[in-house]
Every structure is written in structure tokens, then in C-alpha cells.
């Protein structure tokens, strides 16, 4: 069994003989758009828990990290395609949101639950394309 590396149709790279090095590049912009929607939703998130308003400084910077995810993303799909970048950001922002919401929020986890985030990964772990 091997592993097929997928690049978007007319992907362009830095080193154009060397589409790994794209699809590198394409799968760390996807991982940074995560974390930057993660620290907004973390911003926001602690607002809410703190009783501010939807105008707050921490709510208006949870909203700019999102545009600024947006530009990310945009710069991630010239490298790799929606369904490689999806399932990428669906992974990181699935296991990230739930550990920190159990950190730092004391949120609890119960056997279901995690029961739906293993099938969860499991899905998206399907979505690789093997030859």
C-alpha cells in the first residue's frame, strides 16, 4: 500500500520540480489558518465566559483573526486541494477545540462524546487518498 500525494490542478510552487515542497507548504498554512481560528475562538469564547459584549476588544480581535484566517486559507488552496486542506483543518481544530475546552474551560468529556470524536477522526482519516 502507498500513499498518493494529491496537488490541486495547476498548483503552483516554489520549486516547481518539487510538488511535496508545495503540498508542505499547503498543509502548513492549513495548520496555521487552525490555530488562528482557534486563539479566536479562545478570545471569544472567554468573553462570553466573562459577561462582555459582542463589541468587547477580545470579541473584535477574535473577528480579526478570522479575516486574517481567511487570507490564510485563500494562500493554502495554491497549494493543495479543499479536501486535503479540509481534512487537515477539520483534525486540528476538532482535537485543539476539545482539549482546550477541557484545559482551560473545565469542560467535561464523557464516553459518548469522545466515542464521536474518534469516529470523527476516523472519517476524515478516510478522506486520505490511498492507492
Same mark, same amino acid.
Given at each position: #500500500?502507498?500513499?498518493?500525494?494529491?496537488?490541486?490542478?495547476?498548483?503552483k *510552487?516554489?520549486?516547481?520540480?518539487?510538488?511535496? #515542497? *508545495? =503540498?508542505?507548504?499547503?498543509?502548513?498554512?492549513? %495548520?496555521?489558518?487552525?490555530?488562528?481560528?482557534?486563539?479566536?475562538?479562545y478570545?471569544?469564547?472567554?468573553?462570553?465566559?466573562?459577561?462582555?459584549?459582542?463589541?468587547?476588544?477580545? @470579541?473584535? !480581535?477574535? &473577528?480579526?483573526?478570522?479575516?486574517?484566517?481567511?487570507?490564510l486559507?485563500?494562500? *493554502?488552496?495554491?497549494?493543495?486541494?479543499?479536501?486535503? %486542506?479540509?481534512?487537515?483543518?477539520?483534525?486540528? !481544530?476538532?482535537? %485543539?477545540? &476539545?482539549?482546550?475546552?477541557?484545559? +482551560?474551560?473545565?469542560?467535561?468529556?464523557?464516553?459518548?462524546?469522545?466515542a464521536? =470524536?474518534?469516529? %470523527?477522526?476516523?472519517?476524515? =482519516?478516510? #478522506? @486520505? +487518498?490511498v492507492?
Open positions: #500500500m502507498s500513499f498518493q500525494v494529491v496537488s490541486r490542478p495547476g498548483a *510552487s516554489i520549486f516547481s520540480k518539487d510538488i511535496e #515542497m *508545495s =503540498i508542505f507548504y499547503g498543509f502548513a498554512l492549513t %495548520a496555521s489558518t487552525a490555530f488562528i481560528v482557534i486563539l479566536g475562538d478570545l471569544i469564547k472567554t468573553a462570553v465566559d466573562n459577561g462582555q459584549s459582542a463589541t468587547s476588544l477580545p @470579541v473584535f !480581535t477574535g &473577528c480579526t483573526l478570522y479575516a486574517v484566517s481567511a487570507l486559507w485563500y494562500f *493554502s488552496l495554491k497549494h493543495v486541494t479543499l479536501s486535503q %486542506a479540509g481534512v487537515g483543518f477539520s483534525m486540528i !481544530t476538532l482535537i %485543539a477545540l &476539545c482539549t482546550l475546552g477541557v484545559l +482551560r474551560f473545565g469542560e467535561t468529556l464523557e464516553f459518548r462524546e469522545l464521536g =470524536i474518534g469516529c %470523527a477522526l476516523a472519517a476524515m =482519516i478516510l #478522506m @486520505v +487518498r492507492v
